[in-house]
């Protein structure tokens, strides 16, 4: 019995040291795998920064764009294009998504609900040049000009596969046991689906929607065969827009040097608005959902 107690005491230790450095080794993978995930995004951040801080100023932030050649002007029309642009396009693109989404994950185990997952994976993969060549024909041609509309609606052509996916997982991850709760209770399908499970997953499903707006927000291609872009004020729909992406990318492919600054200041005045509409919409959804659970 003495020499098991301490053949026991002789492995415990080996044991506890070999889990101890396993642990260590995978908590340093972990940490450099966070560290590789931050890195891009923290040097194309601060590159950004570097190269465009200098010529953000309120001219930039409140001015339109001055005649090719002169200096100064500023961006703050294509600033409101781009908003303009991108609410029209979530007004379309969320409402559709989300309820393709809340569709496939309540009611489509059918050959519909299949195939609206098919066509959404395959709308995820299609170039973004693409779809503004269909918003094109669709729009554009239909009304016989460029527009914010047309903008709109090819941003929301490619919103709406991200978050129809997005939602579906989302609500698939809400336990059967709340469904069957509230069923249980007499409670119609239909409002469990809206008030609880929809509710439950609400956090997954603005994650979904930030992801996808952040995804179109910095766009070009979709908007130079719709929004066409603009030198002026515009906050007419039916109206050819300028927007930031358009923008940028006019100015960077200019012969002017003025120009190139204003274009890498567009671009971290881009950063920073998607940056800070994913921020406070997360932040509002939190705390709606914390009064809602007190």
């Given amino acids: 019995m003495a020499n098991h107690h301490e053949n026991q005491s002789m492995i415990a230790p080996s044991i506890s040291l070999r889990r101890r450095g396993m642990d260590f080794l995978v908590t340093c993978a972990a940490g450099g795998a966070v560290v590789l995930v931050l890195l891009p995004l923290g040097a194309v951040f601060g590159y950004l920064v570097y190269k465009g801080v200098g010529s953000i100023n309120l001219a930039f932030l409140t001015e ?48 519909l609900g299949n195939l609206i997952r098919f ?68 409670v119609p399908r239909w409002r469990t689906t809206l008030s609880i499970t929809l509710r439950t997953a609400t956090s997954g499903v603005i994650t979904g929607v930030m ?29 050819p827009t300028a927007a930031l992406p358009l923008q940028i990318f006019t100015y960077a492919i200019s012969p002017y040097d003025d120009w190139h600054k204003q274009a890498w200041a567009g671009a971290l005045i881009l950063i920073i608005l998607i940056v800070f509409s994913v921020s406070a919409v997360r932040f509002v959804a939190s705390r709606g959902m914390l009064k809602g659970a007190n």
Avoid: C
Wanted: aromatic share 8%; no cysteine; glycine share 14%.
């Fill in 64 to 111: 339109t764009p001055k005649p090719p050649g002169e200096t100064g002007g500023g961006m703050a029309n294509a600033i409101a294009g781009s908003s303009l642009i991108l609410l029209l396009g979530s007004l379309v693109g969320v409402p559709v998504g989300i309820g393709a989404g809340v569709y496939l994950a309540e009611y489509g185990r059918n050959r």
């Fill in 211 to 239: 992801l996808a707006f952040a995804r179109v927000a910095g766009e070009t291609a979709p908007l130079l065969f719709t929004a066409f872009g603009n030198q002026f004020w515009n906050w007419k729909v039916n109206q």
């Fill in 119 to 186: 066509t959404a994976d395959v709308l995820n993969g299609v170039p973004s040049i693409i779809v503004g060549i269909v918003a094109y024909g669709l729009v554009v041609l239909t009304q016989g000009h460029f527009s914010a509309l047309a903008g709109g609606v090819a941003l929301a052509i490619m919103m709406i596969p991200t978050i129809t996916r997005t939602t579906e997982e989302m609500l698939l991850l809400v336990p059967n046991s709340v469904r069957e709760a509230a069923y249980g209770l007499g």
